[in-house]
């Protein structure tokens, strides 16, 4: 018994010693963002377990995201002002759309190997100023190559993006296949930090949760 408590305690030690490295040492290690005009201004949505990056809709954004609008997320109305974008396991992202909804089996799913999926949604102007939002700016360069990170995050065929049919939370938003694999350690959040890191904003080494994530953002970069 006592064996067994000793183990525990040193799996627990283990796992706390991950998560603050994880969170102090930046990634990259030994640069940090340099900002250039003209810059972009990006929103890192969090609540509780998941984050999103949302990027402001404008001529060129609704052209390259056009899809999104046939497979249910009306880039095109009036009031769209910004383009929300997450990755995420597909069991648990289709089956909860609210805590209430939650199952064992998406949870199961989540806590081992999952399939992955994109949530794309449209929000209004509004949404820079909802709690648990932050706003980071980006140079050119970074909001390129944060772009380009997204885009490649969609699985396609002959070029297209997949949606997947009827899935969705409301009138506003779609789902569609992503590409790789999906487990609690590298799961939405540690894609968040990639995407970001893409632009050239520095993040923890490993941050499986929002919480995390936003202190890192913290720690490891200026305001430019």
């Known amino acids: 018994m006592k064996t067994t408590v ?11 010693a991950f998560v603050v490295l994880g969170t102090l040492i930046p990634r990259p290690l030994f640069t940090s963002p340099e900002f250039d005009q003209p810059h972009t201004t990006i929103l890192v949505l969090s609540n509780p377990i998941h984050t999103d990056i949302a990027i402001p809709l ?12 046939t497979a249910g997320a009306p880039i095109f109305h009036p009031d769209a002002a910004w383009l929300i974008l997450g990755w995420g396991g ?3 992202y289709l089956e909860t759309p609210d805590w209430s ?17 994109m949530h794309v ?30 885009e490649q995050s969609f699985t396609r065929i002959d070029g297209q993006p997949i949606a997947i049919p009827g899935a969705g939370y409301g009138q506003s938003d779609a789902f569609f296949e992503a590409d790789g694999w999906f487990n609690a ?25 929002p919480q995390l994530l936003t202190l890192s953002l913290d720690l490891h970069n200026r305001e430019p």
């Not at 890191?197 to 520095?202: C, F, K």
């Open 121 to 150: 949604g449209v929000a209004r102007s509004s949404l820079s100023a909802a709690p648990d939002v932050r706003a980071i700016a980006l140079d050119a360069e970074g909001y390129a190559r944060l772009l380009d990170h997204i």
């Open 185 to 209: 350690l590298v799961g939405c959040n540690t894609w968040t930090a990639a995407a970001l890191r893409a632009a050239g904003v520095s993040t923890g080494w490993w941050t499986p949760l």
């Open 90 to 92: 597909r069991s648990f």
């Open 101 to 117: 909804d939650l199952k064992p089996m998406p949870v199961i799913r989540a806590l081992t190997v999952d399939r992955a999926v």
């Open 6 to 16: 000793r183990l525990f305690f040193r799996a627990l030690l283990s796992i706390l």
């Open 58 to 69: 404008d001529g060129a954004i609704r052209a390259r995201f056009g899809f999104v609008e």
